[in-house]
C-alpha cells in the first residue's frame, strides 16, 4: 500500500480503492488512512464468487462489508466491485441485490469470456444503464479491446502485466470515450513469495510480470490522466447512456 500511495502521489491521480472487508476488519487504520484522501467502495466480505453462493449469503456478503467499512471510516460507501467479475449471464439477480444493498455505481461487469464468469453479450464498454427487471443500476465495465472475434481485456491485474506496455499505450489512446484501469496490491509486488503447490498456468497467471509492473503503471499514469469512480460518475452524462437488459 506504500507503494500505491507513492504512485499515485508522485503521479497526482485519484482513485477508487475496493476493500474486502476482512481486510478492513484486519487492517482498519489503513482503511482510514485510505479514506482521508481517496474513495472507498467495497469488494464484498470475504472475496466469494457470486456463483458459488446463496442471493441471501451474496447479499450478506455485500451488505456487512459496506456497514463495516462506514462504520470505520464515517463515510458512505456508494461503489462496488464484486470479486471475480463472477456475475455471469445466469446470475443477473446479482445487480438487484447490489442496488438493494444501497450501491450507486457498480464496476462489476466484464464483458468478455473469464475464467470465473463474464457477460460476453453485454455489448461494448462504456458507461451504462443496466437495466434488470425494476432494477436499474450505472455501470462502468471493464474496458476491452476488439481483435476480430474476441474481446480482449488490458487494462487491469494479469492483464496489465501481461501485455507489454507499447500495445496499452497504443490500445488505450484508441479509447477515446472511456478507459478504465485497475490494479491489486499484489500485482505490483515483485517480492511476494512464490506458491510452488500451484498449478502451472495458475502460477503463471498469478507471478507474469510482476517485476515491471510497477514501472508499467508509473508510465501509465504519467501518458494518461485518470479519475476517481466518483468525479467520473459526474462527469457522466447518464440521460444519454445506453441501457444495457440484462435478462
Request: glycine share 6%; hydrophobic share 35%; charged share 25%.
Amino acid at each position: 500500500m506504500e507503494r500505491i500511495f507513492r504512485i499515485l502521489d508522485d503521479t497526482h491521480t485519484s482513485a477508487t480503492f475496493f476493500i474486502i472487508g476482512w481486510i478492513a476488519k484486519t487492517y482498519p487504520d489503513l482503511v482510514k488512512r485510505i479514506a482521508e484522501k481517496y474513495e472507498i467502495g467495497s469488494h464484498t466480505m470475504n472475496h466469494q464468487l457470486v456463483w458459488e453462493q446463496s442471493r441471501s449469503e451474496f447479499r450478506e456478503d455485500v451488505s456487512s462489508s459496506i456497514k463495516l467499512l462506514e462504520d470505520i471510516t464515517g463515510k458512505p460507501v456508494k461503489y462496488f466491485r464484486v470479486p471475480g467479475f463472477s456475475i455471469r449471464e445466469s446470475e443477473p439477480w446479482a445487480f438487484d441485490i447490489i442496488k438493494e444493498c444501497g450501491i450507486e455505481v457498480d464496476c462489476s461487469v466484464f464483458p468478455a469470456h473469464h475464467s470465473h464468469g463474464g457477460l460476453p453479450s453485454y455489448g461494448k464498454a462504456m458507461p451504462s444503464i443496466i437495466k434488470h427487471g425494476n432494477t436499474t443500476l450505472k455501470e462502468f465495465p471493464i474496458s476491452i479491446k476488439q481483435l476480430g472475434n474476441h474481446n480482449l481485456v488490458y487494462t487491469g491485474g494479469g492483464y496489465f502485466r501481461l501485455c507489454p506496455y507499447f500495445l496499452i499505450k497504443y490500445w488505450a489512446k484508441q479509447q477515446e470515450d472511456y478507459l478504465l484501469l485497475y490494479i491489486h496490491p499484489r500485482d505490483l509486488d515483485a517480492g511476494q513469495p512464490m506458491i510452488k503447490e500451484l498449478p502451472l498456468l495458475r502460477k503463471f497467471k498469478s507471478y507474469v510480470g510482476l517485476k515491471g509492473a510497477e514501472q508499467k503503471l508509473r508510465q501509465m499514469l504519467t501518458d494518461f490522466q485518470f479519475i476517481d469512480i466518483g468525479t467520473a460518475n459526474s462527469k457522466t452524462d447518464w440521460d444519454k447512456a445506453p441501457i444495457v437488459t440484462i435478462q
